[in-house]
T-cell receptor, first 113, second 112 residues
């Protein structure tokens, strides 16, 4: 089975712009979670989607949003980018959101200039 | 609140020695505790996990122990090899969610 894939792998944006990142889960997985990884803050939970519904949201401003499609693919959007949004954005998929292992994608490296 | 503390932040051992990484969690409802290994420039990979109804789990050279009373869980790597060098993250999950709370990570260096 193919693993979790994320596109694009690298992005460079300027402050004030917006960005959309995509995540395709492992076939059959219905839950997708998003995390932000930075050297200072480590791995922080952004949100989780299951069956097109957001089930959980982390402590991030409303500029961070996401959605999930009927085929379980997920996107996250960051509007009005700030320098501090520079990070590796990781998504992880699992069969369901309860009691199952999460498998991570390779991440999207976002640089905000 | 939700918090996972991980120690040490860096760990250097000689090849063949054992390595132990410890995590403490705060949420009494936490019921799942995975460990991830992340090599430089790569994605985190699940190496072992334990659920709250189990006290210990082993998989070849790695083991995880859980002390629910003390809210501690630990990763044990025996007979370390240079390829074990990486950043290791512990995490916990509370209730019926997919939300993982991660520790700050431990950089393990295994010297040949």
């Amino acid at each position: 089975k193919a693993g979790v894939t994320q596109t694009p792998r690298y992005l460079i944006k300027t402050r004030g712009q917006q960005v959309t990142l995509s995540c395709s889960p492992i076939s059959g997985h219905r839950s997708v979670s998003w995390y932000q990884q930075t050297p200072g803050q480590g791995l922080q939970f952004l949100f989780e989607y299951f069956s097109e519904t957001q089930r959980n949201k982390g402590n991030f401003p409303g500029r961070f949003s996401g959605r999930q499609f009927s085929n379980s693919r997920s996107e996250m959007n960051v509007s009005t980018l700030e320098l501090g949004d520079s990070a590796l954005y990781l998504c992880a998929s699992s069969w369901t959101s309860v009691g199952n292992e999460q498998f991570f994608g390779p991440g999207t490296r976002l640089t905000v200039l | 609140g939700e918090n996972v503390e991980q120690h040490p932040s860096t760990l250097s051992v000689q090849e063949g020695d054992s390595a132990v990484i410890k995590c403490t969690y705060s949420d009494s409802a936490s019921n799942y505790f995975p460990w991830y290994k992340q090599e430089l420039g790569k994605r985190p990979q699940l190496i072992i996990d334990i659920r709250s109804n189990v006290g210990e789990k082993k998989d070849q050279r790695i083991a995880v122990t859980l002390n629910k009373t003390a809210k501690h869980f630990s990763l044990h790597i025996t007979e370390t090899q240079p390829e074990d060098s990486a950043v290791y993250f512990c995490a916990d999950r509370s209730g019926n969610t997919g939300k993982l709370i991660f520790g700050q990570g431990t950089t393990l260096q295994v010297k040949p």
